[in-house]
Nanobody, 118 residues
């Protein structure tokens, strides 16, 4: 099992980025997934979750207050991918971003670095 997050980079405050997560050896469509981030000197934190893609009723998502209204998690079951659309980025969003299951039960990938300049 391998997770790979991509799409990070350097962006000015107020800008946007879209992160992608691919998985090999794991069916992301059938897994409740989440995005996490780890800022320098800080603990890794969960930002947002999305339910597995096989249930009824469509996507169910959760967000921590710090990203609510700015970040959007989504999935493409056919492509076995998870996305994180990040808008209105702030310098405090600077961190390495990771995807994993909502129970963080999969091996951690390398993450993708997001740097937001003021």
């Amino acid at each position: 099992v391998q997770l790979q997050a991509s799409g990070g980079g350097l962006v000015q405050a107020g800008g946007s980025l879209r992160l992608s997560c691919t998985g090999s050896g794991v069916d992301l469509a059938g897994t409740a997934m989440a995005w996490y981030r780890e800022a320098p000197g800080m603990q890794r934190e969960m930002l947002t979750t999305i339910n597995d893609g096989y249930g009824y009723g469509g996507d169910v998502t959760t967000y921590v207050d710090s990203v609510k209204g700015r970040f959007t998690i989504s999935r493409d079951n056919a492509l076995n991918m998870i996305y994180l659309q990040m808008n209105s980025l702030r310098p405090e969003d600077t961190a390495t971003y990771y995807c994993n299951s909502a129970m963080h039960s999969l091996p951690w990938g390398q993450g993708t670095l997001v740097t937001v300049s003021s």
